[in-house]
């Protein structure tokens, strides 16, 4: 599946484009930025996936359930700009979608411990735990 396969699945979710209709080529590369952006903003609200930017015709080397994930939430990204309203389901898709992004791709943040548990050291002699 290609990112414009996306972009159309998207806006055909919303309304934004018939069936049997396509986006423009100008459309369909504000959509494809939007998508970019999107991903990327993703990642640094903890979905770690290494997101390459796609081209219109990149293929996307993701399972079906992500590439559905994407689908869903661009379609409610870009419902405003294309005067739609997602539907409920949409909107519920998308969510689930994000959610299992970030059940499949969260980095867990490493443990914070306070300084004042750990032993401390004087000339490579550890003397034990500070109270």
């Not at 159309?8 to 986006?23: S, Y």
């Not at 870009?78 to 389901?89: D, K, L, Q």
């Not at 750990?118 to 002699?125: F, L």
């Amino acid at each position: 599946m290609t990112a414009l396969d996306i972009i159309r699945r998207a806006l055909r979710k919303i309304g934004a484009v018939a069936a049997e209709e396509e986006p423009s080529a100008s459309e369909a590369q504000h959509a494809l930025e939007e998508l970019n952006a999107m991903a990327a903003a993703w990642e640094g609200k903890g979905i770690r996936w290494n997101w390459q930017k796609l081209t219109l015709h990149s293929d996307i080397p993701l399972p079906d359930w992500q590439i559905d994930a994407l689908m869903w939430n661009l379609a409610v990204m870009m419902a405003p700009e294309w005067g739609a309203t997602p539907s409920p389901v949409v909107v519920a898709a998308a969510a689930e979608g994000l959610q299992n992004l970030k059940a499949a791709y969260a980095a867990p943040q490493p443990a914070q411990i306070d300084p004042a548990l750990v032993r401390w050291q004087s000339a490579g002699r550890v003397y034990g735990w500070r109270y």
